[in-house]
Structures are given as C-alpha cells and as structure tokens.
C-alpha cells in the first residue's frame, strides 16, 4: 500500500463534547471528512483512529456504515494508537488528518501529499509553519519515520500529538513544508470545529455552498468569506489550544 490516511477522532472534546458526530446538512461532522478524503487521488486507503474508551465505540460503528476501517487504541497514547494502526499495512506513506477537518480540501491534501513523494522526505506538512486556514492540515509521514517516532518518543506531549518528535528533530528526519499560494493565504481563519463558535461557522458555510456542491473547496470558501465578511467574524476571537509549535485541531 502506498498511502494510507489515518482520522483521528475521539468523543472526548473539552470544549464541544461530540463535537465529531455533530451533524452539518443532516451528516455526522466525520462523514463528511470521510467522503471528501475518498476523493483524494493520492490516497489509497483509510483508517479512522479511534480509542478504546466505551464512550467511542459509536466512531466505529459509524466508521462501519460508511465502509471505512475502523480501529481502536490508546486513549492518550495517540502516537501509539497511530502506529499500531498504520502497523496492519505498513504503508510507504501515512497522511494524518484530525476529526474536527469537515472541510478538509481533497485538492491540498493532495498536493501535500504529492510534495512528499516528489521530494522523498521522511516528513511533510502544511501545518508546522501556518499559512493555509485552520481545518486543512495535512501530514504526511513514511512509516519509518512514525515507527521510529513511536519507538522513541518519551515526552508526554510528543505521545499525545504523534509528530512533534519528527518535526522537532530535523537532523533525524527530513522535512518538507507546503505553504498557501497567496489567494489561499489566511492563516488567522478557523475552518476546524472546536467550540460551538467553530460550528457556526462552518454550518453557515455549508448552508451556502453545500447545495450547489457538496465537495466545495477552499476557494469558494474563501471567495463566500469575502462576499460576506461578516461571517469571519463569528469565531475570529477563539484562541486556539497551545501545543508546541504546531496546532494539533485532533481531539
């Protein structure tokens, strides 16, 4: 398998609780994560990444119905639950995507990903150094590189977030950053869902672009944001979680 992409997601949110199987336009926030990552062309398979808390067996039964694999880890151990995940196939290459995307951009995450084979890195992502929204971030990974993180990682954050110990360490891993062309460059825009402001937001871009195509991009967010000024505002003032120099929007 070449590239396998891995959704982390959990029930556990502390600022909305649920928040991964809230609906928008009538679908579980994951759902529509999942089909718009199915349209990706570099990416061959995908996993849902889960814990084994009882409070989260409802991701994989939701991750059942929508035939797409299911697995379930450690709770706080994220990094470990990615490896052991990514383990069952060995891929060449694993892409994270967090569960809190719904308007993750098949077109970006293939252009991280396509960065990544073209330059034969050990790591890739448009997250590390922010120049696109929040809520398309895109890592890419060889499996080397996350079993050697795996095996190595010792420090609390670098075991909850899963790649600060590659980022963090660029004299062990080759890295790679993808930054925004200048008409996709917004680095201040929440496009994630995290608090109830978030979902607003978002559910007011579905409401306007959904309809006419449900597999929007970026651009036509972008181009509504600026028809409609107003709606950046409705979560403008939300500050994002602190996690050592990356933003990790993943419960």
């Known amino acids: 398998m070449r590239s396998l992409a891995i959704i982390q997601a959990r029930m556990g949110s502390t600022r909305l609780p649920g928040k991964v199987l809230l609906k928008i336009k009538g679908k579980p926030m994951l759902v529509h994560i999942f089909d718009r990552l199915k349209r990706c062309q570099y990416i061959d398979h995908i996993i ?82 922010r120049s696109y929204p929040r809520g398309l971030d895109t890592e890419v990974m060889t499996f080397e590189a996350l079993e050697k993180a795996a095996t190595e990682a010792f420090k609390p954050y670098e075991r909850e977030h899963v790649t600060p110990y590659i980022f963090e360490h660029p004299k062990s891993f080759s890295i790679e950053q993808v930054l925004a062309e200048p008409r996709h460059l917004q680095p201040d825009l929440r496009l994630t869902v995290d608090t109830p402001e978030d979902l607003e937001l978002i559910q007011e871009i579905f409401s306007h672009l959904y309809n006419t195509n449900p597999f929007f991009l970026v651009d036509e967010i972008l181009n509504l944001m600026k028809q409609q000024p107003e709606l950046s505002k409705v979560n403008a003032h939300i500050k994002q979680k602190t996690v050592p120099l990356i933003s990790q929007d993943g419960p």
């Not at 814990?51 to 709770?75: H, I, M, R, T, W």
């Open 48 to 129: 849902l990444a889960t814990s084994n808390s009882v409070q989260d067996y409802p991701l994989l039964d939701l991750a059942k119905k929508e035939k797409v694999e299911g697995f379930a880890g450690s709770e706080q151990d994220v990094l470990d639950r990615y490896y052991q995940a990514a383990r069952q196939h060995r891929p060449d290459w694993v892409v994270r995507i967090t569960g809190d995307c719904p308007v993750i951009d098949p077109e970006i995450t293939d252009l991280v990903i396509k960065r990544h084979s073209e330059k034969h890195r050990d790591y890739t992502s448009n997250t590390v150094v």
